[in-house]
């Protein structure tokens, strides 16, 4: 077991937990934060994107020990404190971004990275940096659309498709 | 999963006293350790942390030239640190798995695990890098023994690795579309005095290897020209759902081709 403490969406948190509980797990049964999903056993799919420290990463691929000290955001921590969506989750429903939604709070982590790095991707830049998203009800088409949105450019190119 | 202890040091030597309990095993970004432990392909009485050792970690420039790389950096760092002084090496980081896997995975790790289709591998032995452990030196040469096998020791620890800085260089990669690791991935470079190297991963049943002769038609004449009538024997190569042993021996010309023209 170990003692853990850490910052969850601007929460302080501390828990005891087993060598072996990945973070995905501490979110979702530890702290009750479901909205970060499991899609895969495998690291491939990218519903579990969370940001730590401020770097994306599969929460099913570390381990909850490894965020000792660290500050996490989860997919919960994305809208306002009055429940307002940020302007990727705005861009994501205006745009028609998701249709069952399970891949979304990946897309929407992975889509707040790429933004912070790189605020004007091109429609290439933002295919490649989704690589590890995986949907399976859109076609990814209007995802892109929304991210190329909420980066504040114009989205008429894209939409004939 | 099945149970195991963990270890945190902040430092090598005691990483190195940590692991030498039976079948005690470092994790560094876990990118290949914690999906195998899911599968139960991993039993390890002990997992032992290396990411909060900072003397693992970085990218420098050394006296002789040379670009020193902590085993314990991630592929982001390389290849947002290294793109200056080697950016050939800093675009293969670039290319590995997904943005998420590059703020885990690590140098160290990808050596250690010696996938036969990772990337790192074949730039190691082109540039003819060495390998600093916690108890020695390894040249590229001498590091890779096959698929998943190498000349690391039990508990060893990579520490650094040190590669020359060639010239000109690139890696191309002709990724597998689901796994993102390639199915054929070349690095070729060219060094001041003029030597080509070719190094091929992906490809053989034997892990990475060098591809001597584009090597000697690439040390007369660097242009994807000169290896134009070369073709590598299909002998040896991996035959799986993805491809025959045929069509990789075509994809190491083709892509070998490719990897001297964006050089
Ligand atoms: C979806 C996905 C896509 C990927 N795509 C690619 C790709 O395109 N190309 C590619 O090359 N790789 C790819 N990878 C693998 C990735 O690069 C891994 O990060 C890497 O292979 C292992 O590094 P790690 O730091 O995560 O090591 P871990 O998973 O923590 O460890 C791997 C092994 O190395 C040992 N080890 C770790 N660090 C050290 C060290 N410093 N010294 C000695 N032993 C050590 C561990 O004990 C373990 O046996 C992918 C992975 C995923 C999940
Ligand atoms: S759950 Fe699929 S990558 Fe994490
Ligand atoms: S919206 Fe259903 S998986 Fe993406």
Redesign the pocket.
């Known amino acids: 077991m170990a003692q853990i403490s850490l910052m969850v969406n601007g929460k302080s948190t501390s828990a005891e937990v087993e060598g072996r509980t990945l973070l995905v797990d501490f979110l979702r049964g530890g702290l009750g934060l479901t909205g970060t999903h499991v899609g895969c056993d495998?690291?491939?799919c990218g519903a579990c994107l969370v940001h730590v420290d401020g770097a994306v990463v599969?929460a099913c691929?570390m381990f909850a020990f490894e965020a000792d000290g660290a500050d996490v955001r989860t997919i919960e921590g994305m809208a306002g404190a009055d429940g307002a969506l940020s302007t990727i989750q705005q861009a994501f429903r205006d745009h028609h971004g998701l249709q069952c939604g399970f891949c979304t709070p990946g897309m929407v982590m992975a889509a707040a990275a790429l933004l912070k790095d790189t605020p004007k991707p091109t429609e290439a830049e933002i295919r490649h940096y989704l690589e590890?998203n995986i949907c399976r009800c859109t076609g990814y088409h209007n995802i892109i659309k929304a991210i190329l949105a909420a980066s504040g450019q114009d989205v008429s190119a894209l939409a004939a498709e | 999963m099945y149970e195991f202890e963990i270890a945190t040091p902040t430092n090598i030597a005691d990483a190195v006293a940590a692991l030498a309990e039976e079948d005690a095993?470092?994790?560094?970004?876990?990118?290949?350790?914690?999906?195998?432990l899911k599968a139960r392909l991993?039993m390890p009485s002990r997992l032992v942390s290396?990411t909060r050792i900072p003397e693992?970690k970085g990218v420098c420039r050394a006296d002789d030239g040379r670009l020193c790389i902590g085993?314990?950096t991630?592929?982001a760092t390389v290849a947002a640190e290294a793109a200056e002084a080697f950016a050939g090496l800093a675009a293969l980081a670039g290319?590995?798995?997904?943005a998420a896997?590059?703020n885990?995975?690590?140098?160290?790790?990808?050596?250690?695990?010696n996938?036969p289709?990772?990337?790192?591998p074949p730039a190691v032995l082109a540039t003819g890098a060495t390998i600093l452990?916690d108890r020695r030196e390894i040249a590229a040469e001498d590091y890779f023994q096959g698929m998943f096998t190498t000349a690391?020791e039990e508990g060893?620890?990579?520490?650094e690795v040190r590669f020359p800085v060639p010239e000109a260089s690139a890696d191309v990669?002709f990724?597998q579309p689901a796994?993102?690791?390639?199915l054929v991935g070349v690095f070729a470079a060219r060094f001041a005095d003029g030597a080509a190297r070719v190094a091929v991963t992906g490809a053989s049943e034997g892990g990475v290897y060098r591809w001597r002769e584009a090597e000697e038609a690439l040390s007369e004449t660097w242009s994807p020209d000169a290896i134009a009538g070369l073709s590598a024997p299909a002998e040896g190569m991996i035959d799986d759902a993805h491809g025959s042993p045929a069509y990789r021996a075509h994809l190491v010309g083709v892509i070998t081709r490719r990897a001297v023209a964006a050089a």
Not at chain 2, 104 to 113: D, E, F, K, V
Not at chain 2, 117 to 120: D, R
């Open positions: 495998t690291s491939q599969k691929s590890g | 095993q470092a994790l560094a970004g876990g990118q290949t350790l914690i999906p195998s991993a290396l693992m085993g314990g991630t592929h290319q590995i798995g997904d896997v590059r885990r995975g690590t140098l160290g790790g990808s050596l250690a695990n996938d289709s990772a990337c790192y452990t690391l060893e620890i990579i520490a990669k990724a796994s993102r690791f390639a």
